[in-house]
């Protein structure tokens, strides 16, 4: 129905930037609330950011506040993580998500919210 993948991962030193870019195939991309989670090895999958549907707002968990910013075109289907500031904790698998409900709140925190998920792209930050 919804196939997302994402790109842009790399290996980076601690202070530099990473632009993370989901490209969603399928209908009704511009209807959906997208988010970032990342995994870390033997870790859970955790939220980092979502987008509502139409761009104008805006989630992220605190560990990335101020360091993170989602946004998305829906014209491209396409929805972006700019991340600057980068930690060696945040160094992951990043994975976008969709939900088809549009959902928007503190429940875009939580992995079950989301109906679809890419592939993964890693992201390893060096000290």
């Known amino acids: 129905q919804v196939q997302l993948v994402e790109s842009g991962g790399g290996l980076v030193q601690a202070g530099a930037s990473l632009r993370l870019s989901c490209a969603a195939s399928g209908r009704s991309f511009g209807s959906y609330s997208m988010g970032w989670f990342r995994q870390a090895p033997g870790k859970e999958r955790e939220f980092v950011a979502a987008?509502?549907?139409?761009?104008?707002?805006?989630y992220y968990a605190d560990s990335v506040k101020g360091r993170f910013t989602i946004s998305r075109d829906n014209a491209k289907n396409t929805v972006y993580l700019q991340m600057i500031s980068l930690k060696p904790e945040d160094t992951a698998v990043h994975y976008c998500?969709?939900?088809?409900?549009?959902?928007?709140?503190?429940?875009?925190?939580?992995?079950?919210?989301?109906?679809?998920w890419g592939q993964g792209t890693q992201v390893t930050v060096s000290s």
């Open positions: 987008i509502s549907w139409g761009g104008y707002r805006t």
């Open positions: 998500a969709a939900d088809s409900d549009s959902s928007w709140g503190p429940s875009l925190r939580h992995e079950s919210e989301y109906d679809y």
